[in-house]
């Protein structure tokens, strides 16, 4: 397909929405040093052609360059880092451990740099302790204790040093058993600025340095080689929140203080606040967690441990080979940017954004989606998706580099190398799913186009039908609220906004409140909460509570998210199930076939004649082909429901309840499990269309299929689905205000 | 994985003439049994022309690339019957 990336070069952009003017940096490496063209290409559509896919794009003139484009290194893992001042005289490091998984390739808990030797604890495959000390380049001097640590199990740690005696020693305590090791070194001076690293011990592109699987509390850190009883006493009384004597003592960190930030503050006396590297996760259970409390916020202390991964990553760091100025006078839209060379090609999308809201549409870019799914790896491994798909699974040039470097990070579908779910998502690195040819098992039989390159149907639909509209992105709603959207009559979703932040959810309910129009078009939307960050906007987290299809559960006590202190999970728990908001919610999914709507006697209703041309006869198929599964109704459908929040005057004009055997009913839906939760077997198991009008003399046209968008993109002549949306489009685009019927309370 | 108590040859030529079609209940429970064999060493395709020509290869652990296998296939139905194969040839040596 035109503008296929071969992924010999790989980049991400700064971000993935600019305006016009603006210049979009470039962070590219290449599997060899090559130079690289630049162009910039305007996406208008793409359409079934000859059994693939036809892609139109338009190369922006005056908007292109060359660069340099050279292998780059990822340096992947969390890790933790306090500058310290100088550290003569020796120390004692005290900590407590849990260690969730072990690599056969070293477990790196905590270094001190003083200078440049570096002594370090770790753990080997095993468990076993090893105690290490190096001078620059010089040889490892290590040590390997004859006991081991105990996985999922808090230990307290004390590692000492005693320049005199040159002994590294370490001391650990589980319960009342205190064991100890030490290592003697050879005879050299450690001086110089000193460093501490938890979860690491060196720090470099070598994924074995910040390589700790495990979760860290309490640590604190004093001048000179203390008894073993004075530093456990004193590890205990940080750990319980109190600050021990503060003579001797360079800094005691405690991670139950700001909890949202990167941060980790320095409660002793000298202010050696530490830095987080590559987003561990925080507000999680730490030693002390009781169950007394379930957020954070109410127990601070109860969640003292952040959770380190040797698979977390916020930002791949890759410097900046390009800037690409846009030109100042940009449509709308979404932009491809080509870099090709030598060493193969790279295309990454962007969306431009209007300098001034032009168009009376807005395409609602589902940007925190494509997010949570970026890099989705389940395919490769754990979660074995083909008895999803019912068919063998089809991995793309994009899924097969993925494979191979794990250096690119994970999605919020994905585990941990622990096994424990991965709560954050960023842009920052290599995001191989945000493709315009990437597809996905997700989109069932047919062109398999899923998220990002299903939306792009709905944009072919809109370019092919001359509708003019700008893209508004879930990260603009989150940071502008409903002002982002005030300037539209009407708003038009993608195929599967399914994850939002309050404050996104709040702005489209406020658009709707102040007689905004909005077509859904897609499935299991507004479902799933998420936060962004203060600092890094380019990333949001999620917690996969205690209900909802999941590819993985946070664990109890652990449903409070860290970025905002919110309560995660479904919105549904949240108290805002997506029927409030858009009269439809998520029911349940199958990605195999998808299948027609039926109209019902509903599409009748005069308040509904807008939507079609000729009188709509009960009974009737609606959408019966489509380029996803060959039918507008199918992959994640939602139902009304009155019981969950859908208006009592809304109008089912349409439903898709005779699914085949691969649709499965929501396990929301399902309180005591039961074998009719499959096919045409359950009567919560369906996909409605559904019509409302607002008290504010807005509408809301809900389709409640992420297939729609598949039919909806099929140029065919005759095309009911499109005949029906555009129908919709242009009466929202109409300021004449929807009235709600007489005697309706809505 | 338990050996399915079918495995009969009816099965197998059902599934054979139409991989993508209207199955049976005993062929899909087979197929859903062939379907959630571990993911390491399980067989996939990697995509040569989109849409048009597929390549067997088979998963391999987290981190490590894909291992691509001789076989190429111009139609997603020869690739299911191929997989099909070599799945009940598998469960075969292991009920044995």
Not at chain 1, 693 to 700: F, Q, R
Request: proline share 7%.
């Amino acid at each position: 397909m035109k503008l296929s990336p071969d992924f010999g070069i790989v980049g991400y952009t700064g971000r993935w929405q600019y305006r016009p003017g603006e210049a979009v940096t470039l962070h590219l490496s290449a599997d060899e040093p090559c130079e690289a063209a630049v162009r910039l290409h305007r996406f208008r559509r793409m359409a079934p052609a000859d059994g693939a896919l036809d892609i139109e794009c338009d190369p922006v003139e005056g908007a292109g360059l060359t660069c340099r484009v050279a292998p780059q290194q990822t340096v992947i893992g969390s890790w933790f880092e306090a500058k310290l001042g100088a550290l003569d005289g020796g120390f004692t490091l005290g900590l407590l451990a849990m260690p969730t998984a072990l690599s056969a390739g070293g477990n790196g808990l905590a270094a001190v740099a003083i200078g440049d030797v570096v002594l370090s604890l770790a753990l080997d495959g095993a468990g076993h302790p090893v105690l290490a000390a190096q001078a620059g380049e010089g040889d490892l001097i290590g040590g390997t204790a004859p006991f081991r640590l105990t996985l999922a199990r808090w230990v307290e740690l004390v590692l000492g040093f005693d320049p005199a005696r040159q002994v590294l020693r370490l001391i650990v305590r589980e319960g009342d058993e205190v064991r100890s090791f030490a290592l003697a070194l050879p005879s050299r001076a450690a001086d110089g600025p000193a460093t501490l690293r938890l979860a690491a011990t060196r720090v470099g592109a070598d994924a074995r340095h910040a390589s700790f699987d495990g979760r860290i509390e309490a640590p604190i850190l004093w001048r000179g080689d203390m008894t073993d009883d004075r530093a456990l006493a004193g590890l205990a009384t940080h750990a319980g929140g109190d600050l021990p004597n503060p003579a001797d003592l360079v800094a005691a960190w405690d991670f139950s203080r700001a909890i949202e930030s990167a941060v980790a503050p320095d409660v002793g006396p000298h202010g050696r606040d530490g830095r987080l590297f590559n987003l561990p996760t925080r507000a999680v259970k730490g030693s002390r967690w009781s169950g007394g409390e379930q957020s954070w916020r109410h127990a601070p202390r109860d969640y003292a441990a952040i959770h380190f991964h040797r698979d977390d990553l916020l930002d791949a760091g890759w410097p900046v080979a390009a800037r690409l100025e846009l030109p100042a006078e940009l449509r709308s839209g979404v932009y491809l940017i080509e870099i090709a060379g030598a060493a193969g090609r790279e295309t990454l999308p962007i969306l431009v954004r209007p300098k001034a809201p032009r168009a009376p549409l807005a395409f609602l870019a589902s940007t925190f989606t494509w997010l949570a799914y970026t890099n989705d790896r389940c395919l490769l491994h754990g979660a074995n998706p083909e008895m999803f798909a019912n068919r063998l699974l089809v991995l793309t040039a994009g899924d097969c580099k993925l494979a191979a470097h794990p250096e690119y990070g994970l999605s919020l579908y994905d585990t941990h190398a622990d096994g424990s779910g991965v709560s954050y998502a960023s842009r920052r690195r290599p995001c191989l799913t945000l493709r315009h040819v990437q597809r996905a098992w997700q989109g069932a039989l047919g062109s398999s186009l899923w998220n990002f390159s299903a939306d792009l149907l709905i944009l072919s639909w809109l370019e092919r039908e001359g509708i003019a509209f700008d893209i508004v992105t879930d990260d603009d709603l989150d940071r502008d609220g409903a002002d982002a959207l005030a300037p539209y009559r009407c708003v038009m979703t993608g195929s599967h906004p399914e994850y939002h932040t309050a404050r996104s959810h709040d702005a489209v309910g406020g658009f709707l409140k102040a007689g905004g129009r909005l077509i859904y078009l897609g499935g299991n939307g507004f479902y799933w909460r998420v936060s962004t960050h203060g600092d890094y906007p380019e990333t949001i987290e999620l917690r996969r509570a205690e209900d909802g299809n999941r590819s993985w559960a946070s664990e109890p006590g652990e449903y409070y998210h860290a970025f905002d202190g919110a309560y995660g999970g479904l919105w549904r728990r949240n108290g805002r199930a997506p029927q409030t908001l858009v009269g439809v919610g998520y029911s349940g999914q199958g990605f195999y076939r998808c299948h027609p709507y039926r109209l019902l006697p509903g599409a009748s209703d005069p308040r509904a004649a807008f939507l079609f041309g000729k009188a709509p006869r009960a009974g009737s198929p609606l959408g019966a082909f489509g380029l996803s599964g060959g039918g507008a109704a199918g992959i994640e459908i939602d139902r009304a429901d009155p019981a969950l929040g859908t208006p009592a005057h809304a109008l089912v004009l349409a439903t898709s309840d005779r699914l085949d055997d691969s649709y499965i009913l929501a396990n929301e839906e399902v309180l005591v499990n039961r074998p009719t939760v499959t096919g045409n077997m359950s009567p919560l198991l369906r996909c409605d269309l559904v019509f409302y009008e607002t008290p504010a003399g807005g509408a809301v046209l809900s389709t409640g299929s992420v297939a729609w968008a598949g039919t909806l993109g099929d140029p065919r002549p005759d095309n009911d689905v499109a005949d029906l949306t555009l129908r919709a489009v242009e009466r929202f685009l109409d300021p004449a205000p929807f009235t709600v019927p007489p005697g309706v309370s809505a | 994985m338990t050996a399915p108590t079918s495995t009969s040859d009816a099965l197998a030529e059902e599934f054979l003439a139409a991989p993508f079609g209207q199955h049976s209940p005993a062929l899909r429970r087979l197929l859903l049994q062939l379907r959630s064999l571990p993911a390491r060493g399980k067989h996939v395709l990697v995509e040569v022309e989109p849409f048009g020509r597929w390549r067997l290869a088979r998963l391999a652990g987290p981190g490590e690339p894909v291992e691509l296998l001789d076989e190429v296939f111009t139609s997603l139905e020869d690739a299911e019957r191929h997989v099909f194969r070599l799945r009940i040839a598998l469960l075969e040596e292991e009920g044995r």
